[in-house]
């Protein structure tokens, strides 16, 4: 926690840098990058309608980059929230269409399944990792890929739609995560019960990691496997645990993309919010509230770049680019950190 | 000329500390010229400044009679000074010739079949037994450090500073280190030997310059003088080697190897038939080279590796398949021998690791919620009794401590625990002389209030210093136990190489 400033403070800087970078662009284009900004924010934050796409996207990116850094601080590289994610979806739309249950009873058990489903797509690659020292990138992207091939197979097979092959049916509004006080407050806005449970991640995740045994476990497993093997710490358990919690989190970033944001699974696409979770967790330094805070800035970009671009010709891609160059600053603000740090004790070192 | 090297009220202050304080270092030709000083003296300060890392703030420095600037090695090689730092600078992948003639210009790189007979040319004239094209990842620790002498050597160096070279070796390596320095000095260079070690001072040096707290005390005859002044002089203040030992009627058997038999990592049987019994109240010092297969002896009984066959008991419990809390849990304390990859989690606070094998019981915890605030009182406790010196007391990252503080608060941390065994694996080791005697006074105060204590170590000082029997370690197998009051460390040193205690005995009477 103390690491907290730094990391917020690296973190604040590539945000201004990517901004800044994102203005030079759009200059270069010969647009002008004010009124770029301008629709670019307002296109998010215009009004209730706006805002409420905005957190529905960023609900998405919080539970993704949350499996992510989740796994990081147990010194695991999750590159397989996509996968979990899409599992996470199609077991919460699976629910949801076969299942006649009333319907808070139905929604419990959607989201249960999807954190089931992606746990159980955790809890492979952790296994292996574990067990016969696979590395854990190379198993979630297999799984990533597994994934893709399931439910490439089993929405034709089992949920087909009414007209097309490559999605499944619609979920009818009694089981879907969108609630009318919600949709109504928020003037017809994708957001849903997802966030709720977004949040809630947030803070049980923090809780976890800082104030529980669990959370001392894993923490000590991935800063120092063996002396937490020499503690007498289940090293290979707390591995498994820390990609079961993941997928977790993951899967219910499904839920609440497949059943709440939209109404229906399509085959053939591994959800990009999975990798995004990889640039939020690295932009929030793996830390919750980091993840909270990077989720909604990014969340933010994407939902006002279509609006930027109906109102001033500015490609959408620009706002891509822009989160791509925030990445870019967060990943090597690391390395000129260090390299400040290194710089400052080398001139302390020479003494002048 | 009478001085090789003149460093002349040398004074160098990093920001709140005055690492040198108007020292001086004189050294004679062909001496072997010993830097001694306790953890942060300044020892290292003071040869960066001779070597041009640092820049002394005020001062001058002689070479050869002439008054010289230094303001990066560069110069310092052009001056003929070479030194072997702490930590060795080689590239692990590359040769040992492609190490020497790394960041050496232009024609003396070209032709490498040159540069590798000249490399074996010099290893032959120093018999230091390098073959210049190892790969230096295949080759031993002592070997590097050979290499990094004959990187010295390569560029014409006649002043070598060598900075703390034995913290890294074996007792064998540094002795045969300490003849190679001897060579060394015999065909002509001048040694500096920076080191906190008194044992090898009256080994190898001349003259012995003394420093404490950046200021230097004193510059010594060191065959004129014993060891007990020149640690004294270190430390400022009386420094007892000898613990203070009653004798004590050992009690019960604690720990209990029967036949044990251990497969290393590569299936190789490193334990061999081993028994031996430690009794509550006593001390017991396992001997042996490195690398006879203490280590597997220690990951059996710990629990970190499985055994072949054989058994083991604490306090009569078989502990065969137990899992590592389990055997913590019945009253077994480790103090690792590395104690940055097993002893602590180096990101975590000094608080934390004060707990890393007790979180999970109360009071530190309760129904899987930490409790901070008894965390925290538990550490500051272990820091007051075991005098664990840190900045922010139990805040401070464990990394951030010294290696005399870190090994300290492991020590509070295992003793804390209140075992029934006490599982010592070189617990001294890289510590300087009053860390080593506070940590000694610990383990003896163990044995004396009834626990029973495995001291494994390389340093036969220290074992003669704590055991009341000496057991000794040989390919795996227990060579004999003597009582340390019937023995000496020439039977001992025997017994290391296989010979039982009789024919040792015999051998050296
Ligand atoms: N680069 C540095 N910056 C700040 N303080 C330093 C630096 N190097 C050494 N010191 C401090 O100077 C003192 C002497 O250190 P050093 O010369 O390394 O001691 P020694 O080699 O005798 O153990 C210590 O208090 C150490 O913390
Ligand atoms: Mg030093």
């Keep these: 926690m103390k690491r907290l400033p730094d990391a917020l403070l690296m973190a604040v800087s590539a945000v201004i840098l990517g901004i800044i970078a994102g203005a030079l662009l759009m200059t270069a284009i010969g647009s002008n990058p004010f009124e770029g900004y301008y629709h670019l924010f307002r296109g998010g934050l215009m009004n209730m309608r706006r805002i409420g796409n905005t957190v529905a996207v960023s609900t998405t990116l919080i539970l993704t980059g949350l499996s992510v850094a989740f796994a990081f601080r147990t010194g695991l590289f999750n590159i397989g929230a996509?996968?979990?994610?899409?599992?996470?979806?199609?077991?919460?739309?699976?629910?949801?269409?076969?299942?006649?249950?009333?319907?808070?009873?139905?929604?419990?058990?959607?989201?249960?399944?999807?954190?089931a489903g992606g746990a159980l797509w955790g809890a492979v690659p952790g296994?292996?990792?574990?067990?016969?020292?696979?590395h854990e990138v190379v198993a979630t992207i297999m799984m990533n890929w597994i994934a893709y091939w399931?439910?490439?197979?089993?929405?034709?097979?089992?949920?087909?739609?009414?007209?097309?092959?490559?999605?499944?049916?619609?979920?009818?509004?009694?089981?879907?995560?969108?609630?009318?006080?919600?949709t109504n407050l928020f003037d017809g806005a994708y957001v849903n019960m997802g966030l709720f449970i977004a949040v809630a991640m947030i803070f049980l995740i923090r809780f976890m990691l800082n104030r529980m045994t669990i959370g001392y476990e894993l923490k000590a497993v991935g800063s120092n496997r063996h002396a937490a093997l020499y503690a007498g710490i289940h090293v290979n358990r707390n591995i498994i645990l820390s990609m079961v919690i993941a997928g977790g989190l993951a899967g219910l970033a499904g839920a609440t993309f497949y059943t709440g944001y939209s109404a229906n699974i399509q085959i053939g696409v591994l959800p990009i919010q999975g990798f995004d979770g990889i640039a939020v967790a690295l932009l929030g330094a793996n830390n919750p509230l980091g993840v909270l805070g990077a989720a909604l800035f990014f969340g933010l970009l994407h939902a006002g770049k279509g609006f930027m671009n109906a109102m001033t010709g500015i490609p959408p891609e620009i706002s891509d680019t822009i989160i791509a160059t925030i990445i870019y600053f967060t990943a090597t603000s690391i390395l000129i950190g260090r390299g400040l740090n290194y710089l400052a004790r080398r001139k302390k070192k020479g003494g002048k | 000329m009478e001085y090789v090297v003149e460093m002349l009220n040398i004074r160098k202050e990093f920001p709140g500390v005055v690492a040198n304080d108007d020292v001086t270092i004189q050294v004679?030709?062909?001496?072997?010229?010993?830097l001694l000083g306790e953890n942060g003296a300044g020892k290292s300060t003071i040869m960066s400044i001779l070597f041009g890392i640092y820049h002394a703030d005020r001062g001058i420095i002689k070479v050869r009679g002439k008054e010289v600037s230094i303001s990066n090695p560069n110069d310092a090689n052009d001056l003929g000074i070479g030194m072997v730092h702490q930590h060795f600078k080689l590239v692990e992948t590359f040769t040992v010739t492609e190490n020497i003639i790394l960041g050496l210009e232009?024609?003396?790189?070209?032709?490498?079949?040159?540069?590798?007979?000249?490399?074996?040319?010099?290893?032959?004239?120093?018999?230091?037994?390098?073959?210049?094209?190892?790969?230096?990842e295949e080759i031993s620790v002592g070997m590097q450090q050979r290499v990094e002498i004959l990187k010295m050597l390569y560029r014409n160096?006649?002043?070598?500073?060598?900075?703390?070279?034995?913290?890294?070796?074996?007792?064998?390596?540094?002795?045969?280190?300490?003849?190679?320095?001897?060579?060394?000095?015999?065909?002509?260079?001048?040694?500096?030997?920076?080191?906190?070690?008194?044992?090898?001072?009256?080994?190898?040096?001349d003259r012995c310059s003394v420093i404490r707290r950046g200021k230097l005390v004193g510059v010594v005859d060191v065959k004129k003088t014993s060891e007990k002044e020149m640690a004294a002089m270190m430390v400022g203040r009386e420094v007892s080697f000898k613990v203070d030992k009653k004798p004590r009627e050992p009690g019960d058997v604690v720990l209990d190897i029967r036949n044990l038999n251990v497969q290393n990592a590569r299936k190789y049987r490193a334990v061999k038939d081993f028994s031996l019994q430690v009794r509550a109240g006593e001390i017991v010092g396992l001997a042996g080279v490195d690398g006879?297969?203490?280590?597997?002896?220690?990951?059996?009984?710990?629990?970190?590796?499985?055994?072949?066959?054989?058994?083991?008991?604490?306090?009569?419990?078989?502990?065969?398949?137990?899992?590592?809390?389990?055997?913590?849990?019945?009253?077994?304390?480790?103090?690792?021998?590395?104690?940055?990859?097993?002893?602590?989690?180096?990101?975590?606070?000094?608080?934390?690791?004060?707990?890393?094998k007790s979180y999970y019981q109360e009071p530190y915890s309760k129904n899987m919620i930490l409790n901070e605030e008894a965390i925290r009182t538990h550490a500051d406790k272990v820091i007051q009794l075991f005098d664990v010196r840190s900045g922010k007391g139990g805040l401070t990252p464990a990394g951030k401590l010294s290696g005399g503080n870190q090994q300290k608060a492991i020590v509070g941390r295992e003793i804390d625990m209140d075992p029934d065994i006490l599982l010592a694996v070189q617990p001294t080791r890289g510590l300087d002389v009053g860390a080593i005697e506070y940590i000694h006074k610990r383990l003896v105060e163990q044995r004396d209030k009834g626990k029973a204590v495995l001291l494994i170590s390389l340093e036969l000082d220290e074992i003669f210093n704590l055991a009341d029997r000496i057991a000794v370690i040989s390919h795996g197998e227990l060579v004999d136990v003597v009582k340390t009051s019937e023995t000496n460390e020439e039977e001992i040193g025997l017994m290391m190489t296989g010979y039982k205690w009789e024919e040792a005995h015999e051998a050296t009477t």
């Design chain 1, 150 to 182: 399931v439910v490439y197979y089993a929405v034709p097979a089992f949920l087909k739609g009414d007209f097309l092959e490559t999605e499944s049916r619609v979920l009818p509004a009694y089981a879907s995560l969108r609630v009318p006080w919600m």
């Design chain 2, 106 to 136: 232009g024609s003396q790189v070209l032709d490498r079949r040159k540069a590798a007979k000249r490399i074996q040319d010099l290893s032959d004239q120093y018999s230091l037994k390098i073959d210049p094209h190892a790969k230096v």
């Design chain 2, 157 to 205: 160096a006649d002043v070598l500073i060598f900075d703390e070279p034995t913290a890294v070796l074996t007792p064998q390596e540094t002795h045969e280190l300490m003849g190679i320095m001897k060579d060394l000095v015999k065909e002509g260079k001048s040694i500096i030997l920076i080191t906190h070690k008194l044992r090898e001072i009256k080994e190898a040096a």
């Design chain 2, 28 to 34: 004679r030709p062909q001496e072997i010229h010993a």
């Design chain 1, 127 to 134: 296994f292996l990792k574990a067990k016969f020292n696979v």
């Design chain 1, 82 to 115: 996509a996968g979990q994610m899409l599992i996470g979806g199609l077991c919460a739309t699976a629910v949801g269409l076969q299942v006649a249950l009333p319907r808070p009873i139905l929604l419990v058990v959607m989201v249960l399944s999807a954190f």
């Design chain 2, 292 to 356: 006879n297969g203490q280590k597997e002896l220690v990951e059996a009984i710990t629990g970190l590796s499985d055994t072949e066959s054989g058994s083991i008991l604490i306090s009569s419990t078989d502990i065969a398949g137990l899992s590592i809390r389990k055997r913590n849990e019945i009253g077994l304390a480790h103090i690792p021998e590395d104690r940055h990859k097993h002893g602590l989690v180096l990101e975590y606070s000094v608080a934390d690791n004060m707990v890393l």
